[in-house]
């Protein structure tokens, strides 16, 4: 979301003729743009806000003028004003049309801040500028905020109430990146399937959204488990570029501590929906978010974390030790009394277990035959190739002279590690031809 919303910055800055430079050393005006989901995310801004000022002291010469922009500019406005001297301008993620106007003010030597939530703003007509992509696959916001109020969660706090984008002007974004050769987009909300903009529901967005480009894929992140249509399962089903992977957040697999984190489903209910996705969908993969150590969690509703991630067996996780924030439901109701060391052995377990789920299910790719978008060279040689398949697994290949990024390939799977598959080149094909061809088989 951070990355999109730098975008729109980008975007915004140089209508007003600004350029965006390479290095930090070369800049007039510095942005970071923050998160707040966790206390680490913030320590890593506040290292590099001193990094900045070690830069500011060593060019005395230019002046340079520094911003936080997004959720912590939110949630601490106040402690970033006062506290970092070095701090010109604070912007919440509703203002950034405001920062033109902002920037003048600290250039007549004030200090300017705008944290104002929006109802509406949803940054529908800026177009995005997006400078470090592959070319290949981009970000489409779709939504801002989120009207959940899990009980963990600052989000809520720092990005505002839930809002949605028009549909036609969404398309109208799909249908340039398209022009512009985009392979690949994923669509973008704290909680996508309440995406609503009056007249379409994200089943609806989704459907038209295949419509656009038969070549482009689209994926999505993130939706909530409570409300997921069967009608959105089928539209993936049926559309060969709406792409088989889900990331599904289950965040824990206790119902008491479903209960205390306000997230309204049942582990079985859970369950069920993972059983009906694997119905509808065939080959669907699934990934998740999980919190370990969350407030009150003992060490039995630990297991039944560890047991729903061995039952529903995820091709991928995020794992999180539980990190207290300011104003929450979880800081103003509970203690944070799950001891660090315990957050920490029990976050290792079941990233220890996720890995090997990993591995396991890897192997049983070996020999199978997938559509891959080449995204670019491989990191560890310049001699291969990588991409994803349909189900999001990172494929890595030998290079071919006549493959370039943006190409569809079909490759055998020969080989895997727990993050990676290796494969062979069959030979180059498409979204159209290779469902074509399977539909055949
Ligand atoms: N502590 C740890 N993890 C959190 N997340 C959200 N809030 C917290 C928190 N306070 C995780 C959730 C969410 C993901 C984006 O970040 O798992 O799905
Ligand atoms: Fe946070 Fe819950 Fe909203 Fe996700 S759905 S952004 S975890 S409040």
């Known amino acids: 979301?951070?990355?999109?919303?730098?975008?729109?910055?980008?975007?915004?800055?140089?209508?007003?003729?600004?350029?965006?430079?390479?290095?930090?050393?070369?800049?007039?005006?510095?942005?970071?743009?923050?998160?707040?989901?966790?206390?680490?995310?913030?320590?890593?801004?506040?290292?590099?806000?001193?990094?900045?000022?070690?830069?500011?002291?060593?060019?005395?010469?230019?002046?340079?003028?520094?911003?936080?922009?997004?959720?912590?500019?939110?949630?601490?406005?106040?402690?970033?004003?006062?506290?970092?001297?070095?701090?010109?301008?604070?912007?919440?993620?509703?203002?950034?049309?405001?920062?033109?106007?902002?920037?003048?003010?600290?250039?007549?030597?004030?200090?300017?801040?705008?944290?104002?939530?929006?109802?509406?703003?949803?940054?529908?007509?800026?177009?995005?500028?997006?400078?470090?992509?592959?070319?290949?696959?981009?970000?489409?916001?779709?939504?801002?905020?989120?009207?959940?109020?899990?009980a963990f969660c600052v989000v809520p706090f720092t990005r505002g109430r839930e809002r949605s984008r028009t549909a036609e002007s969404i398309i109208e974004e799909l249908q340039e990146l398209s022009d512009q050769g985009y392979k690949e987009v994923t669509l973008l909300g704290q909680n996508v399937n309440s995406y609503d903009d009056g007249e379409h529901s994200f089943?609806?967005?989704?459907?038209?959204?295949?419509?656009?480009?038969?070549?482009?894929?689209?994926?999505?992140?993130?939706?909530?488990?409570?409300?997921?249509?069967?009608?959105?399962?089928?539209?993936?089903?049926?559309?060969?570029?709406?792409?088989?992977?889900?990331?599904?957040?289950?965040?824990?697999?206790?119902?008491?501590?479903?209960?205390r984190m306000r997230r309204p489903y049942t582990r079985e209910q859970y369950l069920e929906l993972v059983e009906k996705m694997r119905e509808i969908i065939p080959g669907v993969t699934l990934s998740t978010d999980i919190i370990t150590g969350f407030c009150g969690e003992t060490e039995e509703e630990?297991?039944?974390?560890?047991?729903?991630m061995a039952k529903v067996k995820y091709d991928l996780a995020y794992m999180f030790a539980y990190s207290e924030r300011g104003r929450t439901l979880a800081q103003r109701k509970y203690e944070d009394d799950v001891p660090e060391d315990v957050k920490k052995r029990r976050l290792s377990e079941i990233i220890e277990q996720q890995m090997n789920i990993q591995e396991e299910l890897n192997k049983k790719e070996i020999g199978r035959r997938h559509l891959v978008l080449v995204e670019g060279t491989s990191k560890r040689s310049d001699e291969q190739l990588c991409g994803r398949t349909d189900t999001n697994k990172m494929v890595v290949f030998d290079r071919e002279e006549h493959i370039e990024k943006g190409d569809y390939v079909e490759v055998t799977i020969t080989d895997c590690t727990s993050a990676t598959l290796m494969g062979d080149l069959i030979k180059k094909s498409s979204i159209q031809e290779y469902s074509r061809e399977t539909v055949a088989a």
């Not at 480009?213 to 997921?228: N, Q």
């Not at 630990?302 to 729903?308: K, N, Q, R, V, Y």
């Open 1 to 150: 979301m951070n990355v999109s919303d730098t975008e729109i910055v980008n975007s915004i800055l140089m209508e007003e003729g600004m350029q965006p430079v390479n290095e930090p050393e070369e800049a007039e005006v510095i942005f970071i743009n923050t998160c707040s989901i966790r206390e680490n995310a913030e320590e890593r801004v506040w290292n590099r806000l001193k990094e900045f000022k070690a830069l500011k002291r060593e060019r005395k010469d230019r002046d340079m003028t520094v911003g936080v922009l997004g959720c912590m500019a939110e949630r601490i406005r106040e402690q970033i004003m006062e506290k970092e001297e070095l701090v010109d301008l604070v912007v919440g993620p509703d203002a950034y049309r405001d920062l033109p106007k902002l920037l003048s003010d600290v250039d007549d030597g004030q200090k300017a801040a705008n944290t104002i939530l929006s109802l509406e703003e949803t940054y529908a007509d800026i177009k995005p500028v997006r400078r470090n992509d592959n070319g290949v696959s981009a970000f489409v916001t779709i939504m801002r905020g989120c009207d959940n109020m899990c």
């Open 203 to 259: 089943a609806d967005l989704m459907y038209k959204a295949s419509q656009v480009d038969p070549e482009m894929r689209i994926r999505f992140s993130s939706p909530h488990p409570k409300d997921f249509p069967e009608e959105l399962l089928e539209i993936i089903a049926e559309q060969p570029n709406l792409c088989n992977y889900i990331h599904i957040p289950a965040q824990s697999g206790n119902n008491e501590v479903l209960e």
């Open 302 to 308: 630990h297991e039944d974390t560890m047991s729903l």
